[in-house]
């Protein structure tokens, strides 16, 4: 790949990374991006659905007609703060923030590739398969962007490829994650009987012990190898002297299985009810499983990265993102990574190396000349 311009893919980075952008805030990034698509001849279509949860940028879908087979990539526009005022601390090999600031690499990485690699097909007339995109706001918030997608109307104006590579995963650029598990949120709230508790505590019963008695006895932590739980809260604020009446907790469950983690629910709200009547108990998706629909795509993927010099193997991850609520709509998602290191962090930094193999590796699979 003679012709790969390094420097363009950091200018297109470095472009990138100096536009404020934080969730419900990415506008400007996006008229960006919107503005780059269109100067190369790529149809843009503009899903408003941010409007559902006070966003104030759409979600970008982009096509360029190729040939053969298509494939769509994904990257979303918010960063983490603190981010504003971002200094960029140049070195040979990564780019790094001054610590006052995250660096934006999350997912900004993940676009400059994508963009590059379009830039890179287009402006050097190589043949190449159909390449759609989507860029989504408010991914660090729940991937609202991506959850509120109206796919009804996107589908009367474009019908984005099924293979998807959602450029978005943290660490080296080595691992395509093929399989991410998915996330329930739970909350119970028990209710007691107040007493005065120096004078008359066997009057009461207490929510504090009811809970204690039931998390006693809840799979917590590692469950088994795809599955952990968590219970992140608990909350009971009484003076010492009374008996407490009202207690909540709450809690999340990953796991690889659905129906694995709704059991363990089920049998969360069991020992709760075994102890108690009076409760409540909610449940809420945070986000699906993404599991693959075609391994073959993901041995493709790995023969670019091979070809561009890089060892990939096919990884197991336990976070969610974008590609899982994509992957419920019906996409093959992978997530692939650009040395994105740190992040979430101040002391945030991208391995400059990783983001060009992995750009590098994207044009591989999407040249046919």
Known sequence: MKDFEREKLLEIFEDLLLIHSPSYGEEKVAEFIINFVEELGGEVYLDQSQDKYGGKAPTIFAKFKGQGEGVTFSAHMDVIEPNKDLKIIKEDEVWRTDGNTTL????????AAILYSIY???TKNHKHRDIYAIFTPGEEVGMLGA????WEEVYKNMNPAKNMIVVDNAGSCDKVAYKAPTSYSYKFKIRGKSAHAGIEPEKGISAIMLAAKALSQFKNLRIDEFTTANVSKINSDFPKNVVPDYLEFSGEIRGHDKDHVLEILDEYQK??????EDFDFEKTLGYPALAPSDMGFAKEVIKSYKSVGVDAKEVIIGGGSDANFFAEEGFNSLIVGVGM???HTKEEYIVLEDLENTTRALIDYLKLD
């Open 120 to 122: 890179y097909l287009v």
């Open 271 to 276: 020992i709760v009810g075994d102890l108690t």
């Open 104 to 111: 934006g690499g999350d997912d900004k990485g993940g676009l």
């Open 147 to 150: 959850r509120n997608i109206n």
């Open 341 to 343: 290191e740190k992040v």
